[in-house]
C-alpha cells in the first residue's frame, strides 16, 4: 500500500472551476479503491462545499505565518481531506483564482506559494502525525513548488507533477520572487527563473521525478512550439520522464440510467427513451420542442481554447440550417456578448446561457444530439467522454486528448463497431462548419446514428485503468528512490 499526499487547487464536489477540480475528486476515489492510504491537500477557500464534519488538526508556523491544518473526508467517501486554513490569503468568496471581473487575486503568488509550503511540511510529516507520504502528487502550476521545493529535502518522496493545461502557467514577475523568500538556489534559468519571471510550474517540470499529462497525444504536442508555449525545450529534455495517462470519467456521477438531474432514465438498450430529455431542453432553452430537428450543444468555459470564436464564426450559416444550437458557459466578457447577440438575432435555432450550472450540464449532455468540442487544443477534456456515456454524438477537433477519445466515423470504423464521434483537423470555421454538416447527415441515418450511440455509450472511461497505471508509476519512482538512496 502507497501513501499519497494529492496536492491540488481544486476538487469536485469541494470546489470547482473546471476539469482539474473533476479529475481530483475522482482520481484519489479511484487510488483509494485500489487500497492506497491517500490524503488530499488543498486551500480553504470560502466557497468550499464541506458536508462532512471539519476538525482543527494541527498548526504550524511558516515563513513567519501561522497556519492552521484543518482535517475532513471528501464528501461520501473515505479520503482525507486537509485543508490549508490562513484566512488572510484563502477566504474570499467565490472563484479561487480570480475575482468578479475576471481578474486574478492580486496575492495569488503569496497564496499559492504559502499552500506549496505547507504541503511541503505535510510531505516531511513535520506537522507531526506519524504519516509520511511515499509519493506527492501534485496539479497544475497552483501545486508547482512542491516538487521544487522538496528537491532540496533529505529522505523526501517521489514527485510527481501533472501538467492539465500548459496555458497556465503561474507567472509572477522577478520583485514577486523576492518578496515570496524562495530559496536562492532555485532562482535559475534552469529553475523557477523563465525570462526574468518566477513561473510556478517550471517548478514542477524541473524538479518533479516524474511528468505526467492528461492524454498521450498532449504529451507530444507540447514538446511542439505550438503548445509548448517556450517550455517544449524543457520537456522535450525531460521526455524520458514524461508521459500521457489519459483522464477517466465519474461513471457514477455521469450515469444517464441514474443520473438524478435528467428527467428519464436511459441505456444503450432504451435508447429510444432519450427524446424525452430532448424536449426537456428545447422547453428549458424555450426552443420550439420538436422531435426530428437535430439539437447542438456546447458546455464548457467561453475562452480562446474551446475554439469559441470558431463557434461564433458558424453561427449564422448554422441558424440558417435545419437545426438547433444550445450553449452553457461563462469566461471572456466579449464572447458572452457576442453569443447573448446572436441567440438575440436567432431565437428559434440558438439558445445560450450564460453561467456556470451543474444541473444544466448534466440536462445539455443528456437531451442534445451532438456535442460540440472545437477546442484549438485539449489537454484531456471531459465533456467530449461524457457525451458519449449519454449517446450523445461529440463533433471534436483531433488535438489532445479529444483525439485520444473518440473515433471518427468512417465505413470502417463503422463496420467494426467503434465509430463514436465526428473528428474534423483544422482549427477554422470552415472545417467546423464541414464536420457539423458530416454529422447532421450522418443524424439523418436513424440506423447508423443508433449504432453511433452504441458504440458511443459502450466505451470505457471509467477511472479504474488510468489509476492503474498512476499506482504501476507511483511503484516505479518508489523502487527508482529506494535504489538511488542505497547508492547514495
Ligand atoms: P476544462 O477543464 O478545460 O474547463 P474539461 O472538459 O476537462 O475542460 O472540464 C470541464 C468541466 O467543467 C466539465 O465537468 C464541464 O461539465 C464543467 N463545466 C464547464 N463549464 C460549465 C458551466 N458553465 N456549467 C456547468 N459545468 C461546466
Ligand atoms: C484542464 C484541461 C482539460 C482537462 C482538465 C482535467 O482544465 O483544459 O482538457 O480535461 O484539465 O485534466
Known amino acids: 500500500m502507497k501513501k499519497i499526499l494529492f496536492v491540488t487547487s481544486e476538487a469536485h464536489p469541494l470546489i470547482k472551476t473546471g476539469g482539474l477540480a473533476d479529475v481530483c475528486g475522482s482520481l484519489p476515489k479511484a487510488l483509494a479503491e485500489l487500497s492506497q492510504d491517500i490524503k488530499l491537500i488543498l486551500p480553504n477557500y470560502q466557497a468550499l462545499k464541506t458536508t462532512e464534519k471539519v476538525r482543527f488538526l494541527c498548526s504550524i508556523r511558516v515563513d513567519n505565518r501561522s497556519v492552521n491544518i484543518l482535517e475532513t473526508r ?53 506537522i507531526h502525525q506519524g504519516w509520511k507520504p511515499d509519493i506527492v502528487h501534485c496539479n497544475d502550476w497552483q ?63 524541473v524538479y518533479a521525478d516524474y511528468i505526467t499529462t492528461v492524454s498521450p ?8 512550439p505550438e503548445f509548448g ?24 456521477q455521469w450515469n444517464p440510467e441514474t443520473d438524478p438531474y435528467i428527467t428519464q432514465h436511459y441505456s444503450a438498450t432504451t435508447l429510444n427513451k432519450k427524446l424525452l430529455n430532448k424536449y426537456e431542453l428545447q422547453r428549458r432553452f424555450a426552443l420550439p420542442v420538436n422531435e426530428r430537428i437535430p439539437l447542438l450543444g456546447l458546455i464548457g468555459r467561453l475562452v480562446e481554447q474551446k475554439g469559441i470564436d470558431l463557434i461564433i464564426e458558424c453561427i449564422p450559416e448554422m441558424a440558417a440550417m435545419d437545426m438547433q444550437f444550445v450553449l452553457l458557459g461563462s469566461g471572456d466578457k466579449g464572447f458572452e456578448k457576442q453569443l447573448k447577440k446572436l441567440a438575440e438575432l436567432y431565437p428559434d435555432n440558438i439558445a445560450i446561457h450564460i453561467g456556470y450550472d451543474e444541473t444544466l450540464a448534466h440536462v445539455i449532455e443528456a437531451g442534445a444530439d451532438i456535442f460540440l468540442m472545437p477546442s484549438r487544443f485539449e489537454p484531456c477534456g471531459l465533456n467530449q467522454m461524457y457525451s458519449q456515456r449519454y449517446g450523445t454524438i461529440p463533433v471534436v477537433r483531433k488535438t489532445g486528448g479529444l483525439a485520444d477519445t473518440v473515433v471518427d466515423t468512417l465505413p470502417e470504423t463503422l463496420a467494426n463497431q467503434t465509430a463514436s464521434g465526428i473528428v474534423f483537423n483544422e482549427a477554422s470555421s470552415s472545417s467546423l462548419l464541414e464536420a457539423i454538416k458530416r454529422a447532421l447527415i450522418l443524424y439523418s441515418y436513424p440506423d447508423t446514428w443508433k449504432k453511433m450511440q452504441t458504440n458511443a455509450l459502450k466505451m470505457d472511461f471509467s477511472w479504474q485503468r488510468s489509476a492503474e497505471q498512476y499506482l504501476a508509476l507511483y511503484e516505479k519512482l518508489e523502487a527508482d528512490t529506494q535504489l538511488s538512496r542505497r547508492g547514495d
Not at 488572510?88 to 468578479?100: F, R
Not at 497525444?217 to 511542439?224: D, F, G, N, S, V
Not at 508555449?229 to 457514477?252: A, F, P, T, V
Open 74 to 126: 471528501m464528501p461520501g467517501s473515505h479520503v482525507t481531506v486537509w485543508l490549508v486554513d490562513y484566512p488572510v490569503y484563502y477566504n474570499y468568496p467565490g472563484n479561487p483564482y480570480i475575482d468578479e471581473q475576471g481578474e486574478p487575486w492580486p496575492i495569488n503568488a503569496e497564496r499559492f506559494a504559502l499552500f506549496c509550503r505547507i504541503a511541503v511540511e505535510a510531505a516531511m510529516d513535520r
Open 143 to 205: 501545486s508547482g513548488l512542491v516538487p521544487a521545493l522538496l528537491s532540496l529535502e533529505q529522505d523526501r518522496p517521489a514527485t510527481v507533477f501533472t501538467i492539465h493545461n500548459m496555458a497556465y502557467q503561474g507567472l509572477f514577475t522577478g520583485s514577486t520572487a523576492a518578496t515570496l523568500n524562495l530559496p536562492g538556489k532555485l532562482w535559475q534559468p534552469e529553475g523557477l527563473e523563465f525570462h526574468e519571471m518566477l513561473s510556478f510550474i517550471k517548478g514542477g517540470l
Open 217 to 224: 497525444t498532449y504529451a507530444l504536442e507540447i514538446q511542439t
Open 229 to 252: 508555449y517556450g517550455l517544449e525545450g524543457l520537456l522535450g529534455h525531460r521526455k524520458e520522464s514524461l508521459g500521457g495517462i489519459i483522464n477517466g470519467i465519474d461513471l457514477d
